[in-house]
Structure formats: structure tokens, C-alpha cells
């Protein structure tokens, strides 16, 4: 029988990116599920992290198992539940109105927060939107006017998918910050401490024993510098390979996907 391949990193803790860096669209980056069943074969930690607020931990969950990757859900950290956690400790039963799609509002709703479909709310939340709308631009607007503040669940211009890109989160928060003539006061996803504060606690590891492996140079290394961790940048995602932030922010590893992480001799 051929032994287990090895992972060439000693990192205790492990914490992957999921678009782009384990699968893309609905096919495993080569290697990824390998790469996952040694680490925990030898006892590492693993969890997943994601900034899209469109689907639930359970829905990650389920397609990294359907993909060849066994997850439960208690090892996904996503954007909407550490908005939804961090609203919930900050202003108990808070009213909200949201663009954003059903998984977030669910996880909003199981936190104790009350989501409304008019302006007379305490905070309007912004998130990745396939739905979005005139119509929510207009709420948000008047919400604001009446003193809501914002909060969002992540940055990103983009996500990546099977066939190139499509608009992110970042497209919403724009949108809402020219017309409310504000800023939203914080975004909650990578490279926010407030996910990695959850991610850790998932781990049950400190951020000196923990390495992020990830193929945004402006979320997932950006966050792992500035927070203590090891960092990986995969060049299979939205990262090329001569962007200059590569030089200036130095990840401790660039591969060119997650299967590089596997011992050539191991297996």
C-alpha cells in the first residue's frame, strides 16, 4: 500500500481559503483534497475561511464533502457569521436591513437580530448581492438618512468562479457610499481581526502556530502579516504571478496551487 502523502510545512494549524485556492467553481484545484487528508492524518488542525456571505457554513460544508473533502460545518468561518456574532454582542436584538441574500440573513436572524424590509432600522447591512437593486440602493439610502450605520461583510472587488470573475462585495459598498455620502464603519471578512479572533477559536491555536493559505495578496496575506500568521499565497486563484505586491508584502510561500504544498516524495 502506497503510505499517506506529507505535507512539507511544520505549521500546527491550518487555515484555507476556499474559492480559488481549494476548488474553483465546482471541480477541487488538483492536490487540495490530498493536501487536506495529510494534514489531518498527521494530527494538524484545518478549518476553512471565506469572506462570501452567499452561502452557509452548512452549504460549504456540504460541497467540500460532495467534492472529496469530508467537512463539517463548525470548520467554515464565514463573513456573515462574524458580522452576525459581532452585531449580536455589539447591539443585542438590533433591527437591519440588508442587501445581501438569504444565507446571511438567516445567520443574522439566528443570532437574536431583527431584518426589516423598510428604513426604519439601526443598521444597514451590505454584502456580496446577486439581488441587488435600485430599489435596496433607495432603502439604504433612506435608512441612512434616518441615522442607520453601515457594516459589511467583506472587501472584495471580485470572486472568483469557474469561467473568469463576477462582481463582489466591494461593488455594493460602493454603490452605498456614494449615495449615502458615508463610509461603512467596518468590514468584518479578510482581512478583518474580527474573522481571524473566530477562525483561531475554531482552531483552538494561537496565530504564531497557524498558517493561511490563500490566493488574495490583499485579503488572506494581507491578514495574515499583519496578524502574526505564516502565510501561503497560491497563484491558482485571482493573484498573478508578477503583481508587485508580492514583493512588497513577501509571503513566506508562493506556489503555484495548493497540490505544491505535498512532499514530492511523499505518497
Known amino acids: 500500500m502506497a503510505r499517506m502523502a506529507e505535507v512539507r510545512l511544520p505549521y500546527r494549524g491550518w487555515l484555507f481559503d476556499l474559492d480559488g485556492t481549494v476548488y474553483r467553481g465546482e471541480k477541487l484545484i488538483p492536490g487540495a483534497a490530498e493536501v487536506i487528508a495529510a494534514l489531518r492524518a498527521s494530527g494538524r488542525r484545518v478549518a476553512f475561511l471565506s469572506n462570501k456571505p452567499i452561502q452557509t457554513r452548512a452549504d460549504y460544508a456540504d460541497k467540500l464533502t460532495r467534492l472529496g473533502i469530508p467537512t463539517r460545518a463548525a470548520e467554515v468561518v464565514n463573513s456573515s457569521l462574524v458580522l452576525a456574532r459581532y ?10 436591513f440588508v442587501i445581501g441574500e438569504p444565507p446571511l440573513i438567516g445567520e443574522l436572524l439566528a443570532h437574536g437580530l431583527q431584518v426589516r424590509d423598510d428604513p426604519q432600522v439601526g443598521w444597514v447591512v451590505v454584502a456580496f448581492d446577486r439581488t441587488f437593486t435600485y430599489a435596496k440602493l433607495n432603502t439604504a439610502l433612506q435608512a441612512v438618512k434616518r441615522g442607520a ?54 482552531l483552538g491555536l494561537p496565530a504564531a502556530e497557524t498558517v493561511i493559505v490563500g490566493d488574495r495578496i490583499e485579503t488572506d496575506v494581507t491578514m495574515g502579516k499583519a496578524l502574526g500568521l505564516h502565510t501561503v499565497l497560491v497563484l491558482s486563484g485571482v493573484t498573478a504571478s508578477d503583481d508587485t505586491r508580492i514583493a512588497d508584502l513577501k509571503p513566506d510561500h508562493v506556489l503555484a496551487s495548493i497540490k505544491e504544498l505535498l512532499n514530492p516524495e511523499g505518497g
Do not use: Y
Not at 178 to 199: D, H, M, N, Q
Open 149 to 202: 450605520r453601515l457594516i459589511a461583510t467583506n472587501p472584495d472587488r471580485t470572486c472568483p468562479v469557474a469561467d473568469g470573475e463576477i462582481p463582489d462585495c466591494a461593488g455594493m459598498i460602493a454603490a452605498v457610499e456614494a449615495v449615502t455620502g458615508k463610509r461603512v464603519e467596518l468590514i468584518v471578512g479578510k482581512p478583518s481581526p474580527l474573522i481571524l479572533e473566530v477562525a483561531l477559536d475554531v
Open 87 to 96: 452585531l449580536a454582542r455589539l447591539d443585542p436584538g438590533a433591527t437591519c
